[in-house]
């Protein structure tokens, strides 16, 4: 692509950011590579405010990096993201960008949440403390205005009766309910989920679907890698195809579930149906 290398401090082409804007997360071209491989091969994504993004494709296609771009977790190589208009890792000034410090980055990862495959609580903490630190060290909340938000988020992912116990006592489906109103309780812009429910027991599954299916209808915006096809076609606005570092096929669920265009998400979806 034409876009300047995000990490050589050159100002970048300012004519590419119109195209950023207007979206909650708005990718536009953004290319990275691992040594040889091209992880993320020019891909553009905007995701409207509220809107509901299901990322599906075959392990390695890049899936990961570009939730972990988003996040500012990965630097890309080139291209541009934007989170509800601002640029993330970087600050305009006048005509020029500039790329942030890292104390100004991790107060923008704020906007953007991130709930992971594992769950990552911090055993040493309880599910409400779990749930206040972060909101009163980064949000600015008093102590008494976290814990009052925690419980509503607790009692949101039917938790409520679990404020006091430890991590370790709760089952991965319960943790991982924890790390949503975890990452709920920053007030985020945007959610991404990277494969929620992919390390949890079959019986356990349902009931974090359900959880995200309620941010889903409540209108919170979300991004999900998923490989819950089902869950996919009944949650998503957009469903997005990734193979090879490249968004294949995007459209509706009924467009790129239901009837493909491209033979290799005929492909995929024919081996995990
Ligand atoms: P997915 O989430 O779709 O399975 P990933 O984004 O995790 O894919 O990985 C895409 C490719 O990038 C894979 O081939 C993976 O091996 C490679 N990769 C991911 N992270 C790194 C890294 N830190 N260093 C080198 N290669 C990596
Ligand atoms: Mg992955």
């Known amino acids: 692509t034409s876009s300047r290398s ?30 040889h491989q091209q992880v993320l091969d020019a891909v553009s994504l905007t995701v409207p405010p509220g809107s509901v993004t299901v990322i599906i494709g075959p392990s390695g296609s890049g ?10 977790l990965e630097r890309v190589d080139s291209g541009f993201i934007a989170i509800d208009g601002e640029l993330i890792g970087y600050r305009q000034q006048g005509n ?6 890292e104390k100004d980055i991790l107060q923008r990862r704020v906007e953007v949440g991130m709930v992971f495959q594992h769950f990552n609580l911090f055993p040493h903490l309880t599910v409400l403390q779990n749930l206040i630190e972060a909101p009163i060290a980064l949000r600015g909340l008093s102590r008494a205005e976290a814990e009052a938000q925690a419980r509503l988020l607790l009692k949101r992912v039917g938790l409520a009766d679990k404020a006091d116990a430890w991590p370790r006592q709760l089952s991965g489906g319960q943790q991982q309910r924890v790390a949503i109103a975890r990452a709920l309780a920053l007030r985020p812009k945007v959610l991404l989920f990277d494969e929620p429910t992919s390390a949890l027991d079959p019986e356990l599954v349902q009931e974090v679907l359900d959880v995200i299916k309620e941010l889903a209808r409540s209108g919170t915006t979300l991004l999900i890698v998923t490989h819950e096809i089902g869950f996919a076609r009944e949650v998503a606005d957009t469903v997005v195809f990734m ?11 009924e467009q790129v579930l239901r009837q493909p265009q491209q033979q290799r998400t005929r492909e995929f979806l024919a081996r995990v149906l």
């Not at 899936?63 to 500012?72: D, E, G, Q």
């Not at 968004?247 to 669920?253: A, R």
């Open 63 to 72: 899936k990961s990096t570009l939730l972990r771009s988003i996040n500012h």
């Open 243 to 253: 193979e090879q570092g490249r968004i294949v096929e995007s459209g509706s669920p």
């Open 6 to 35: 995000a990490s050589s401090n050159q100002p970048a082409s300012l004519i590419e950011l119109p195209a950023v804007k207007g979206g909650a997360v708005a990718i536009h071209s953004v290319s990275k590579r691992y040594g």
């Open 96 to 101: 020029s960008l500039h790329e942030l410090k």
